[in-house]
């Protein structure tokens, strides 16, 4: 049984830094896909960052210059080092995977990824 588990989220005051982690286990073949998406309450989940095994990024464009996404193959691990927070960068945060690969990274959507994680909280305060 697939599982993704995220790690790193918490409290951080505007203008820090923190680094989510995303370890997949359970799976014997390597995902060609990984990536975050973010949830706040009452909202759809939206994109924050995407990344095939081949190293083709998508950024959604409120996190652009300031978020950096990257993975292990190897170890099926997903990483996002997020910079310069803002309160509006509070949400959840699911670290997404899946296997099949049919387009580019800008047209994948929450629905094109069968694997989540559970989560983790990501609070910027001013």
């Known amino acids: 049984q697939v599982q993704l588990v995220e790690s790193g989220g918490g409290l951080v005051q505007a203008g820090g830094s923190l680094r989510l982690s995303c370890v997949a286990s359970g799976s014997i073949f390597s995902f060609n896909a990984m990536g975050w998406y973010r949830q706040t309450l009452g909202q759809q989940r939206e994109l924050v960052a995407v990344i095939t095994s081949g190293g083709s990024t998508n950024y959604a464009d409120s996190v652009k210059g300031r978020f950096t996404i990257s993975r292990a193959n190897a170890k099926n691990a997903v990483y996002l080092q997020m910079n310069s927070l803002k309160p509006e960068d509070t949400a959840v945060y699911y670290c997404?995977?899946?296997?099949?690969?049919?387009?580019?990274?800008?047209?994948?959507?929450?629905?094109?990824?069968?694997?989540w994680g559970q989560g983790a909280q990501v609070t910027v305060f001013s």
């Open positions: 997404a995977a899946k296997y099949t690969i049919l387009t580019a990274p800008n047209y994948y959507t929450a629905a094109d990824f069968p694997f």
